[in-house]
């Protein structure tokens, strides 16, 4: 039996960043709020929120995850998710599809609708998708998280990222350009490439600045405002080799005339099709792409042509 999605409740979301007390900068009975969509202003507490400013140097609301509303006298009515919904000021060293926490029943997982909010003192950064937010390490941080669900598969839907830093960088990850065709843009004078790569054998796009990438393997990291550098993997590569030979153990491969080896860590992409997603084997007659690991095995098998 496979669970269901549950539904979504219908709620505007924010992180308080700041709130009025006595080492705080901003005016009496106001708040400072990140939305979902990076926006940072600042309110009066309206009188009928359940969740109000204490006057004092215990920050209570900071960093935690509230609903709002905005009142018709410009005010911000703001109120304490479910707790099955939000987890306020939730460590979190790196990125995870998977979360466990103290006042989340279950595990919730992020997926490809999974919006990141990256806040820290100067910079505010939004990003779109699991695997395009790669794993953050953001020192002093904390994270709070949104989960729209109550019951079946719980979806993480927000994630609120706090960095003592002015901004956050993405580790390294595999990405596989399967167009040397860029779409062209240009914002605020900065061109702008958007290339169609497969990222953990899903099809979706990085944006970046550089325009003469090759159709072939990449390691990428994605900044803050989701502008992507993508960079000719650490170790060796074997670009289009055809596979002659599959060890029947699942512990070697021969293509191109060469022993690869595999191991438990090995992951198989087929990227002939779009979404084609993961693959169990490798076959005789395939065209692939390796990229090896730092120990010489196989890190990344892509199959850019079936047999």
Same mark, same amino acid.
């Given at each position: 039996?496979?669970?269901? /999605?549950?539904?979504?409740?219908?709620?505007?979301?924010?992180?308080?960043?700041? @709130?009025?007390?006595?080492?705080?900068?901003? %005016?009496? %009975?106001?708040?400072?709020?990140?939305?979902?969509? $990076? /926006?940072?202003?600042?309110?009066?507490?309206? &009188?009928?929120?359940?969740?109000?400013?204490? #006057? $004092?140097?215990?920050?209570?609301?900071?960093?935690?995850?509230? =609903?709002?509303?905005?009142?018709? #006298?410009?005010?911000?009515?703001? =109120?304490?998710? !479910?707790?099955?919904?939000?987890?306020?000021?939730?460590?979190?060293?790196?990125?995870?599809?998977?979360?466990? !926490?103290?006042?989340?029943?279950?595990?919730?997982? &992020?997926?490809?609708?999974?919006?990141?909010?990256?806040?820290?003192?100067?910079?505010?950064? @939004?990003?779109? $998708?699991?695997?395009?937010?790669?794993?953050?390490?953001? $020192?002093?941080?904390?994270?709070?998280?949104?989960?729209?669900?109550?019951?079946?598969?719980?979806? @993480?839907?927000?994630?609120?990222?706090?960095?003592?830093?002015?901004?956050?960088?993405?580790? &390294?990850?595999?990405?596989?350009?399967?167009?040397?065709?860029?779409?062209?843009?240009?914002?605020?004078?900065?061109?702008?490439?958007?290339?169609?790569?497969?990222?953990? +054998?899903?099809?979706?796009?990085?944006?970046?600045?550089?325009?003469?990438?090759?159709?072939?393997?990449? /390691?990428?990291?994605?900044? =803050?405002?989701?502008?992507?550098?993508?960079?000719?993997?650490?170790?060796?590569? &074997?670009?289009?080799?055809?596979?002659?030979?599959?060890?029947? !153990? +699942?512990?070697?491969?021969?293509?191109?005339?060469?022993?690869?080896?595999? #191991?438990?860590?090995?992951?198989?992409? %087929?990227?002939?099709?779009?979404? !084609?997603?993961?693959?169990?084997?490798?076959?005789?007659?395939?065209?692939? =792409?390796?990229?090896?690991?730092? #120990?010489? %095995?196989?890190?990344?098998?892509?199959?850019? /042509?079936?047999?």
């Amino acid at each position: 039996m496979v669970a269901g /999605t549950a539904a979504e409740v219908n709620k505007n979301y924010a992180v308080v960043k700041e @709130v009025s007390n006595s080492i705080s900068s901003l %005016d009496l %009975d106001r708040v400072q709020l990140v939305m979902t969509d $990076g /926006t940072v202003a600042t309110y009066y507490v309206n &009188a009928n929120s359940t969740r109000q400013v204490v #006057d $004092g140097t215990d920050p209570i609301l900071t960093n935690n995850v509230v =609903t709002y509303a905005i009142q018709a #006298d410009g005010s911000v009515k703001i =109120t304490n998710p !479910a707790d099955d919904y939000a987890l306020g000021d939730v460590s979190v060293a790196a990125k995870q599809t998977a979360y466990t !926490a103290s006042g989340l029943t279950g595990t919730a997982y &992020a997926n490809s609708s999974t919006v990141y909010i990256f806040y820290g003192s100067s910079t505010i950064g @939004v990003i779109t $998708g699991v695997n395009n937010a790669g794993a953050f390490d953001t $020192g002093d941080s904390a994270t709070s998280i949104v989960v729209p669900t109550t019951t079946g598969t719980q979806l @993480v839907k927000y994630v609120f990222v706090r960095s003592s830093t002015s901004g956050v960088s993405t580790s &390294a990850k595999y990405a596989y350009v399967t167009s040397a065709a860029p779409v062209v843009t240009v914002e605020s004078s900065v061109t702008y490439y958007t290339y169609t790569v497969a990222i953990g +054998g899903a099809i979706t796009t990085l944006k970046t600045t550089q325009s003469s990438l090759a159709k072939a393997p990449y /390691t990428y990291t994605t900044n =803050t405002s989701g502008v992507s550098t993508l960079s000719t993997p650490s170790y060796a590569v &074997a670009n289009t080799v055809t596979v002659s030979y599959v060890d029947p !153990a +699942g512990a070697y491969v021969i293509a191109g005339g060469t022993v690869y080896t595999i #191991d438990s860590s090995t992951v198989i992409y %087929d990227i002939t099709t779009s979404g !084609a997603g993961a693959a169990a084997t490798l076959a005789a007659d395939q065209v692939v =792409t390796l990229v090896m690991a730092s #120990d010489g %095995d196989i890190a990344v098998a892509y199959i850019t /042509t079936q047999a």
